[in-house]
């Protein structure tokens, strides 16, 4: 047995039903004791019926899903825990339709669940440092599986796709995100934002990244001559992040909107972080219920 993941069947054990799921998620938001949401009062809160609370100093009702993605959903708890679980033990991701016969919940209600799970896994406001990897890919449909009216005979150019940015610390941290355009300028501010200055940086001979020299110690690797690796400036390692992401995305779902995007390079970016399979599963799942605290999105939200 694996020292550092639990089985389904030991999941199901740990946390059999919503009321242990809701004391899981308890403890683990509030390991001190309850405090309100609202107004963060610890001593004036009344326990009530079925996981709520009363928090007698603002006059607010609670429960552990407040202020949370699980706000307003009618999904039991377990559910939830278990949907987090399949989220972090698969690899290359689980579509919605797979999810929803795994724990018993209507596709559209399983989609929702997975976006808001993505929005918790964007939770990332840590900043790169060391020798930091750094490069593009591009998002899109093929042109072999198109209609013949929307071909644009791009080949494998960027062409009618979008641009997704990434950053990988040498055996660290994965940083990504899609943007609007690859130049000079936009790169130079993505770089800043997400990396420290006077880090290291490696990439390829792409111009964006040329302005990078004034503020950190930057190193090229020319994959147009053949160059993959030379005196240990590389991009080998955020390169197969992206062989992971696009096996998802194109393996497990298939096409993905632009509207949605960043949520789905977030669940991958956050599995290769937090959700490292070198970590418990415990502690995966304890850092992905962390990132849900705080956040919210609505159905309207995804939709509009």
Same mark, same amino acid.
């Given at each position: 047995?694996?020292?550092?993941?639990?089985?389904?069947?030991?999941?199901?054990?740990?946390?059999?039903?919503?009321?242990?799921?809701?004391?899981?998620?308890?403890?683990?938001?509030?390991?001190?004791?309850?405090?309100?949401?609202?107004?963060?009062?610890?001593?004036?809160?009344?326990?009530?019926?079925?996981?709520?609370?009363?928090?007698?100093?603002?006059?607010?009702?609670?429960?552990?899903?407040?202020?949370?993605?699980?706000?307003?959903?009618?999904?039991?708890?377990?559910?939830?825990?278990?949907?987090?679980?399949?989220?972090?033990?698969?690899?290359?991701?689980?579509?919605?339709?797979?999810?929803?016969?795994?724990?018993?919940?209507?596709?559209?209600?399983?989609?929702?669940?997975?976006?808001?799970?993505?929005?918790?896994?964007?939770?990332?406001?840590?900043?790169?440092?060391?020798?930091?990897?750094?490069? #593009?890919?591009?998002?899109? &449909?093929?042109?072999? !599986?198109?209609?013949? /009216?929307?071909?644009?005979?791009?080949? =494998? @150019?960027?062409?009618?796709?979008?641009?997704?940015?990434?950053?990988?610390?040498?055996?660290?941290?994965?940083?990504?995100?899609?943007?609007?355009?690859?130049?000079?300028?936009?790169?130079?501010?993505?770089?800043?934002?997400?990396?420290?200055?006077?880090?290291?940086?490696?990439?390829?001979?792409?111009?964006?990244?040329?302005?990078?020299?004034?503020?950190?110690?930057?190193?090229?690797?020319?994959?147009?001559?053949? #160059?993959?690796?030379?005196? &240990?400036?590389?991009? !080998?390692?955020?390169? /197969?992040?992206?062989?992971?992401?696009? =096996? @998802?995305?194109?393996?497990?779902?298939?096409?993905?909107?632009?509207?949605?995007?960043?949520?789905?390079?977030?669940?991958?970016?956050?599995?290769?972080?937090?959700?490292?399979?070198?970590?418990?599963?415990?502690?995966?799942?304890?850092?992905?219920?962390?990132?849900?605290?705080?956040?919210?999105?609505?159905?309207?939200?995804?939709?509009?």
């Amino acid at each position: 047995m694996c020292q550092v993941t639990i089985s389904v069947f030991e999941l199901f054990q740990k946390y059999p039903d919503a009321e242990s799921a809701r004391k899981y998620f308890e403890e683990r938001r509030w390991p001190e004791g309850v405090f309100c949401p609202f107004c963060g009062e610890t001593e004036k809160i009344t326990t009530r019926k079925n996981g709520y609370y009363r928090c007698n100093s603002c006059k607010q009702d609670f429960t552990v899903r407040t202020k949370t993605i699980f706000e307003r959903s009618h999904v039991p708890l377990n559910k939830w825990l278990y949907a987090m679980y399949l989220l972090l033990v698969s690899r290359k991701g689980i579509s919605s339709l797979q999810m929803s016969k795994q724990i018993g919940v209507t596709q559209k209600t399983a989609w929702f669940m997975l976006q808001r799970l993505r929005e918790a896994c964007g939770n990332d406001n840590t900043m790169l440092s060391g020798v930091v990897e750094i490069d #593009e890919m591009y998002v899109g &449909g093929k042109e072999i !599986n198109k209609h013949k /009216s929307k071909k644009q005979n791009s080949g =494998r @150019g960027p062409v009618g796709k979008v641009p997704v940015v990434g950053m990988r610390e040498k055996n660290g941290r994965v940083k990504a995100m899609p943007v609007s355009k690859v130049d000079m300028y936009s790169m130079t501010k993505l770089v800043e934002k997400n990396v420290e200055k006077g880090s290291g940086v490696h990439t390829d001979e792409h111009y964006a990244y040329d302005s990078l020299a004034k503020e950190y110690a930057h190193s090229k690797v020319n994959h147009r001559a053949g #160059e993959y690796s030379s005196n &240990g400036v590389t991009t !080998n390692g955020i390169e /197969s992040v992206w062989a992971v992401m696009k =096996r @998802g995305l194109y393996g497990i779902y298939h096409s993905v909107s632009e509207k949605h995007l960043a949520r789905y390079i977030n669940e991958f970016a956050f599995r290769l972080n937090d959700g490292n399979v070198k970590r418990h599963t415990d502690a995966r799942i304890a850092s992905l219920y962390d990132n849900c605290i705080g956040t919210r999105i609505q159905y309207k939200e995804l939709i509009g």
